[in-house]
């Protein structure tokens, strides 16, 4: 025993410090001979060449995709560039060599710490450049077998059962990594708790695995271990390689050979085990947030559901055996993901328990039915193929149903906004001993951090404080007081609703007592924001969201339009007032009006717009000790 403990330990600190090296030094690095370095000012047009790394991409604003450059300008290059194109009437798919004509530039870098950018997005998949397309020419088309197979099954499955119901059923076979759902239904199913399901896991493996080793349950190890050797092969081509796949076929295969080998496997030591050869082959995948939370939800799994499905089976009947179960591995599963869903998200889902007791009846089959269908859709005709799967059809759109049901319930995602790493540590340290089989006065000890953790971040949401980002020309300013929010924008547009609701979602809060938008111009996105606030203030028929002298006013927030400054807005949080010019007009009457004397006091200053260097220099001139944000 005491033997095993220290080999568990000395296996545990590899984990940690592979882990801590993936953390520190796994982020990629540019190469000396990258895209990047070819960045100038002015931008002169730029030849690439190269390999196209996945399907073009659609989105609103047009399509991207990621090039694995080889050649710049003829010559020899190595390095990545995300291609930006305005239109999307061509299909560009995986493998291609490419030859691309365009404007070479860096990507734009987040607006604020909390809110990443196509710069940070980018960097964690090693490309620092993005190429504004002119024109581009297909040199190969080589073949790309597996490539083809996801995309044909992913195709056919929409074709036979719709967009919507087929694109979550081929998420379901290949993993939402291979499949680009609308943005909705992804998000229905992080909120209600279910993102699990459409990714492919640990769970998926399990569910082809299980049925294809209960078929051949009596057959000779000399045919069960290679059919069980092509059940994971199969799932590998078709999820491609993410972490969470590999990671799930690696604790299975090492699994089953030990199982066919006579011996008994201990769980935790495989996972121990296929973590740290993970990361020894590839240290990056520390930093993977699939990485994270697969590795999390199986620790979960292992150390915690036998336990406390012990515990729930104490307290319910001798004959409800699978209730305990059913409870215990859901609740394990979010109690070890809930830090890294509070540090990367800011969120968690407040009915993730219900909604996965709920559904997991469902679940199970019903990956079972889409890899059944995924196979018939490569033979049977697509005539006859809605016929065929109008039963899978039914249960997809069953579950899909639900996960949209649970969703738009009040409360539904619990926002906390995103905690500083340090305070989601001090949280680890104090659950961790409730989720091991630690002593009771370790666990009595371990109620300090986790209080001090969750007390840190309630005074950091309930302070007062004011939010200011700028990007692409547009400013917002989100005011805070004592848990509540409001939030003036300098433009009404459907981009400023988004860049707004990531805001409010970042900071935890869920809906925003009032929206001021400065615009002049009316908004055709109303919905959007009336989606944001409980109010919304903005310019109708060319006229001013606020009248002279008027004040929009919510419990500790204000909005005010002195009579005697035109174009220049007052706003309270609490003790703090704040003085906005949201126009270069307010502050050039701000000027004209300035007289020697008693002036109105003022936390700080707002601008919404960029101040040449005069005014920039009459600012600091009569202001001397005042804030300024956006100077």
Sequence with gaps: MRRRRSVDGVALALLALLVLRGLLWG???????????????????????????????????????????????????????????????????????????GVLRRPMPGAHPL?????????????????????IEVLQRPRTPLADLRRHVAQRLQQAVGPRRGGFLAALVLGSAQVQLPDDLRQAFRVAGLSHALAASGFHLSVLLGSVLMVVRRWPPCLRLPL??????????????????????LMAAIALLIRESGHH?????????????????????????????????????????????????????????????????????????????????????????????????????????????????LFCPLSVLPLVLWPVQQLAGLVMAIATWISHWPGA??????PQVWVVALLVVGILPWLLKSPARSRCWALLPMATALLVQALVQLSDGLVSVEHFGRHWLLARHRGRAALVSTHGDARSCRM???????????????????????????????????????????????????????????????????????????????????????????????????????????LG???????????LQHSPGTRFIGL
């Excluded at 495989?270 to 990361?279: D, E, K, P, R």
């Excluded at 292992?302 to 699978?322: F, K, M, N, Y």
């Excluded at 959007?528 to 500790?556: F, I, K, N, Y």
């Excluded at 717009?609 to 600012?619: C, G, H, I």
Aim: hydrophobic fraction near 45%.
């Design 500 to 606: 707004a609701q990531r805001m409010a979602v970042v900071h935890g809060h869920a809906r925003l007592d009032w929206v001021t938008l400065l615009d002049p111009v009316a908004t055709d996105v109303l919905r959007c924001w009336q989606a944001l606030a409980h109010h919304v203030e903005a310019a109708q028929q060319g006229g001013a969201p606020l009248a002279s002298g008027q004040m929009l006013r919510s419990d500790g927030l204000s909005l005010h339009r002195p009579q005697h400054r035109p174009g220049t807005f007052v706003l309270r949080a609490g003790r703090h007032r704040w003085q906005l010019l949201p126009r270069p007009q307010a502050l050039w009457s701000l000027q004209e009006q300035q007289r020697p004397g008693i002036q109105p006091v003022f936390t700080g200053t707002w």
């Design 265 to 377: 496997s201990r769980p935790f030591g495989v996972l121990v085990m296929t973590l740290s050869g993970m990361l020894l082959f590839c240290p990056s995948w520390a930093r993977s947030i699939g990485f994270q939370l697969s590795a999390a939800a199986t620790a979960g799994l292992i150390l915690t559901a036998p336990r406390l499905e012990q515990a729930v089976q104490g307290c319910l009947p001798d004959r409800s055996h699978g209730v305990a179960a059913a409870l215990s591995i859901p609740v394990a599963a979010l109690l070890w993901t809930l830090p890294l869903q509070l540090l990367h998200f800011g969120a968690m889902p407040l009915y993730a328990l219900f909604a996965n007791l709920l559904v997991a009846p469902l679940l199970a089959p019903l990956t079972l039915m889409a890899m059944l269908s995924a196979l018939l859709v």
């Design 228 to 249: 069980a050797g092509l059940a994971l092969l199969l799932f590998v081509c078709l999820a491609g390689v993410q972490p969470s796949v590999v990671r799930a076929v």
């Design 413 to 418: 995602q619990v926002l906390t906004g995103r």
């Design 609 to 619: 717009f960029k101040p040449s260097a005069n005014q920039r220099r009459w600012l």
């Design 115 to 135: 809110l990443p950018g196509s710069a940070e997005r980018l960097a964690r998949q090693g490309s620092w450049s993005q190429l504004r397309v002119e024109s």
């Design 27 to 101: 982020a990629p690095m540019q190469t000396s001979s990258d895209p990047s370095r070819l960045i100038s000012t002015p931008s002169p047009s730029v030849l690439l060449s190269g390999r196209l790394s996945s399907d073009l991409r659609r989105f609103p604003w047009g399509c991207s995709v990621l090039l694995e450059v080889d050649r710049v300008a003829g010559r020899r290059a190595r390095g990545r560039t995300e291609l930006q194109l305005p239109e999307c009437s061509s299909p560009l798919l995986q493998g291609w060599h490419v030859r691309s004509l």
